[in-house]
């Protein structure tokens, strides 16, 4: 209760001082009105959703995400305003001081707001408080699809030209719009490749969140296969269980509910693609992830019946895999395809220019291409989205790969 109230007070003084704005630049006071009775609204909804509403076994409902979400937003206008204000009001005090001690009648004094600087930190506040908005109505589902062609000397022949889809985390369990994920699911197909990768975190927590879509997922399909791995959500470890037992059978239900969809789950093993006498090693490996993630991974179990010097593709969740573990190993990954990071669900990016989110901070391999070492990560933004119930810039990706072999010269 007591944090309860230090965030609701700490809320409230923060949208105290942004009202200092509005008043300097609104004739009318119903436009401070109208700010006081949205800013409450979103406080309260928050910490109801987060209380008495909160669901037991989900991390973040799909209420608590929007909850979430707006809270996000309303904090990103204030806190853009309050740069601005703060930095006016140390000009303000300055020259109050200066009046004690320099003016002519010796009295400390404030002066007026400048209506300017009000506007132009609420013009500038405003910009990422339209965006998150945006990114909860439509960026969401601004399904992408990113198409890149990767060129290998040891390539197998039959595989020239060989095409990959790959999608990732689709945390089902905060889907909300069945129209959006069934465009999402066709565009997917509308890639006619060779294979399809699913590379982890296909619910939040429970596997009954995927039951709702299990019969859109199970129309994908791709004439060498569809397979997948588990990504760190899948193992329930997020939520609390009455028992051990039921936390084992959750992810027992989700491996079952995998197959039926028609997904070959790999659980640190390999298959083999084949075409003609030409094949590739495929090799799945469960989560594993740097810091506190779980790390079943087991890399060279996966690869302990594949020879050294076939291609190889691994599917591997968490990219700090990759960075850690795999990049150095003897056995030389040609391609690994991961996910986890979302790209945050926010950045800029503009191809041939820039390309930028936070989570580069945490994760040095983020989102796309990489090559180290002569080979190749690609990073997925993912298919679905995970607290903030949005995306900002950073959309969602399905991800085309063609494999190409290279001409010696």
């Keep these: 209760m007591i944090r309860w109230m230090i965030f609701a007070l700490a809320y409230v003084a923060l949208g105290f001082y942004v009202l200092q704005a509005l008043k300097t630049i609104a004739k009318q006071p119903w436009w401070s009105y109208f700010y006081i009775i949205i800013s409450l609204t979103v406080m309260f909804n928050f910490i109801y959703q987060f209380t008495v509403g909160e669901e037991t076994g989900r991390v973040l409902s799909i209420s608590k995400s929007y909850a979430f979400g707006f809270l996000l937003t309303i904090l990103t206008f204030n806190i853009i305003t309050i ?12 020259s109050g001081l200066y009046m004690k001690i320099y003016g002519v009648d010796k009295e400390f004094g404030l002066p007026a707001r400048r209506r300017f600087l009000s506007l132009l930190a609420l013009g500038i506040a405003s910009i990422p408080f339209g965006a998150l908005l945006y990114g909860m109505y439509k960026g969401k589902y601004n399904f992408k699809v990113l ?203 503009i191809p041939g220019w820039i390309k930028w989110s936070p989570v580069k901070w945490r994760y040095p391999y983020w989102a796309g291409i990489y090559k180290e070492m002569g080979q190749f990560i690609n990073v997925n933004r993912g298919f679905g989205f995970l607290g903030y119930p949005g995306r900002v810039g950073i959309w969602p990706e399905i991800t085309v790969i063609t494999l190409r072999k290279k001409a010696l010269t």
């Design 83 to 94: 740069i601005f204000l703060f930095s006016e009001d140390i000009y303000r005090i300055i």
């Design 147 to 349: 198409k890149y062609t990767l060129e290998f000397e040891d390539l197998p022949d039959g595989f020239d030209g060989y095409q990959i889809t790959q999608i990732s985390d689709i945390h089902s369990g905060s889907f909300d719009d069945r129209k959006m994920i069934e465009y999402g699911v066709d565009l997917i197909n509308k890639q006619k490749s060779d294979v399809l990768f699913f590379t982890g975190d296909m619910v939040n927590n429970m596997t009954s969140e995927m039951l709702p879509w299990a019969d859109l997922f199970s129309t994908l399909e791709a004439k060498d296969g569809k397979f997948s791995v588990l990504g760190n959500h899948d193992y329930g470890d997020y939520i609390p269980w009455e028992t051990e037992e039921l936390k084992h059978q959750n992810l027992e239900d989700l491996k079952v509910l995998q197959k039926d969809m028609g997904f070959d789950l790999l659980l640190n093993e390999h298959r083999y693609l084949q075409k003609g006498s030409d094949k590739i090693a495929l090799l799945g490996v469960e989560n594993w992830g740097k810091g506190g993630f779980k790390k079943a991974g087991d890399l060279k179990k996966a690869a302990a019946q594949i020879d050294k010097n076939d291609f190889k593709i691994l599917m591997s969740h968490d990219p700090s895999h990759w960075e850690m573990e795999v990049i150095n190993d003897p056995y030389h990954y040609h391609l690994t395809l991961s996910g986890h990071t979302h790209g945050m669900q926010f950045g800029i990016e």
